[in-house]
């Protein structure tokens, strides 16, 4: 973990002046980026050594070793996942001129200390004003035995726009009810009363 806290840090602080340069213009499909992203985020954690200016700024080849990588069985049925999802959204290279800093930042840096990436759904839902008896805890993969990494506390609110795994676990994004900010994301056993909306000020989608 520590070579993924690292390179979060660096997204954070060390963008190049040229890539915020990029940012400034229109927007790009959130969709579509946040694919692109995860696959290239599965080679990154193998090794692989990008050759795009893009991927040489997003995902840095300090410590890369070949272009040749071999993955992981899970993570080859990761990324054949992510690639079906692309192609039958209409995904091409994510055009980062008309992508918004301030919004994919939080997302990247948290989404580093993932062990297991979600798939996108095109639909979404929402609990707004979660009001709970508990928190519950996030995790960086759908198991018990991962590493938690944040909350759900009383009175965020809990975005789902990803597939669930196993009908048991949701991946989520929360944000604090009054004022909007991300705050955390991650695999959760949802309760019953999430999906009832009895444990929400408004359900939504």
């Not at 963008?15 to 290239?40: H, I, K, V």
């Not at 070949?66 to 039958?88: C, F, K, M, P, T």
Request: charged share 20%; aromatic share 10%.
């Amino acid at each position: 973990m520590p070579r993924i806290v690292s390179r979060s840090l660096g997204l954070v602080f060390g963008l190049s002046l040229g890539l915020l340069a990029l940012m400034q213009t229109a927007r790009a499909d959130p969709y579509c980026l946040e694919l692109w992203f995860d696959r290239n985020a599965i080679f990154d954690r193998a090794g692989y050594c990008f050759n795009s200016s893009l991927g040489k700024t997003v995902f840095d080849n300090s410590d890369c070793i070949s272009q040749n990588v071999q993955l992981s069985g899970e993570a080859e049925r990761q990324v054949g996942e992510i690639r079906r999802e692309e192609r039958a959204n209409g995904c091409g290279r994510p055009n980062f001129t008309s992508f918004d800093l301030q919004e994919v930042i939080p997302l990247l840096r948290l989404r580093w200390q993932l062990e297991e990436w979600p798939r996108r759904d095109i639909a979404g839902s929402a609990c707004i004003g979660y009001n709970g008896p508990q928190q519950l805890a996030l995790r960086a993969r759908p198991s018990t035995n991962s590493r938690i990494l944040g909350t759900i506390e009383v009175g965020d609110d809990i975005s789902y726009n990803h597939y669930p795994k196993n009908e048991t676990w949701s991946f989520v994004t929360t944000r604090d009810g009054a004022s909007g900010q991300a705050k955390a994301l991650g695999w959760f056993i949802e309760p019953p009363g999430i999906t009832s909306g009895a444990w929400c000020r408004v359900l939504a989608g």
